[in-house]
């Protein structure tokens, strides 16, 4: 399995940025995918997620009406929109998948040992 983040950027506090998650090798519809970040010093923390079995999301609240997620089967991709970034999102974020489809359900998409494939991060900077 591979999953493969790309997107990400410098950029101004109130611009967007479209990060994008490949991913080879496993069925996407039998899955949950998540973004994660992690900013320098802090823990790893799970952003959004998105059921591949039923479109069911997830957003932290900071994040919320900010960002949105959403998957292209066809295509074997997972997407984050990010509108309206503020400096406090500046982080490496990260793509992971192999979560059950109904961690959502649950409760526990965010919980990073929900999943089993992570990919190597993509670097947001939000900075004027």
């Known amino acids: 399995v591979q999953v493969v983040e790309s997107g990400g950027a410098l950029v101004q506090p109130g611009g967007s940025l479209r990060l994008s998650c490949a991913i080879s090798?496993?069925?996407?519809?039998?899955?949950?995918t998540g973004w994660f970040r992690q900013a320098p010093g802090k823990e790893r923390e799970g952003v959004a997620c998105i059921s591949n079995l039923d479109d069911s999301t997830f957003y932290i609240t900071s994040v919320k009406d900010r960002f949105t997620v959403s998957r292209d089967t066809a295509n074997h991709t997972v997407y984050l929109q990010m509108n309206s970034l503020r400096p406090e999102d500046t982080a490496v974020y990260y793509c992971?998948?192999?979560?059950?489809?109904?961690?959502?359900?649950?409760?526990?998409?965010?919980?990073?040992?929900?999943?089993?494939?992570w990919g190597q991060g993509t670097q947001v900077t939000v900075s004027s």
């Open positions: 992971a998948t192999g979560a059950s489809p109904v961690v959502i359900r649950f409760g526990t998409c965010q919980r990073i040992p929900e999943y089993d494939y």
């Open positions: 090798g496993l069925t996407m519809d039998d899955y949950t």
